[in-house]
């Protein structure tokens, strides 16, 4: 009902940029005000949550871990988010991946059990 496409992936070097665009499309969006998540996974790791953005991109939280470095966004009108990510580590090299939340309480969007439809992926590797 709802497909999600991540795009911008790549290899960067250390204290570089990249931009992470996610595409949704899908009838669920017609009339939704969803919220919209981004996540990695790194091999060997758990999911790990990097931020949230509201419908209308007034409330936006981030991890710690990426605090001050990345940036979320969306534009309603192209039903597209964005992860801007600025100061790249190495330690951010993982899959990242966008989802968005239809069904579950906000208490829970900082966990990837309160999204309900998932992109695919898009690898990110920052080398030293």
């Known amino acids: 009902q709802v497909q999600l496409v991540e795009s911008g992936g790549g290899l960067v070097q250390a204290g570089g940029s990249l931009s992470l665009s996610c595409a949704a499309s899908?009838?669920?969006?017609?009339?939704?005000?969803?919220?919209m998540g981004w996540f990695r996974q790194a091999p060997g790791k758990e999911r790990e949550f990097i931020g949230t953005i509201n419908w209308t991109g007034d409330n936006i939280q981030y991890a710690d871990s990426v605090k001050g470095r990345f940036t979320i966004s969306r534009d309603n009108a192209k039903n597209t988010v964005y992860l801007q990510m600025n100061n790249l580590k190495p330690e951010d090299t993982a899959v990242y991946f966008c989802?968005?939340?239809?069904?579950?309480?906000?208490?829970?969007?900082?966990?990837?059990?309160?999204?309900?439809?998932w992109g695919q992926g898009t690898q990110v590797t920052v080398s030293s």
């Open positions: 899908g009838r669920l969006l017609v009339g939704s005000r969803y919220p």
């Open positions: 989802a968005a939340a239809f069904f579950g309480p906000p208490s829970m969007l900082t966990t990837a059990r309160g999204y309900d439809y």
